[in-house]
């Protein structure tokens, strides 16, 4: 069995890993179903992309994701709203819908 090793950018490696994840995929096995792929076709031999729908989805649940991070740090940082229970909680969050 052979080994392939290569090395590329976090940002790159990480980018790539969300998207194939979405498509139930992982590197490994992205790869593999890659070079399939190159030996039947003789060549690369397809296009396997999100749908916009998709991109538009996971671009905003990563959205969604900053901004949960970034107010959970402010939050940290200046300290919140202490609640009793997490009932306590519920309701008070409730009062901004209203």
Known sequence: ???VRTTVDDKLFN???DILSALGLDMNGAVRVFLQGVVLHNGIPFELRLSDEQARSMHLRKQTNRQATQEAREIARNGGPLHADVQAMLAEMGKDDA
């Open 1 to 3: 069995m052979g080994i």
């Open 15 to 17: 980018s790539a890993s």
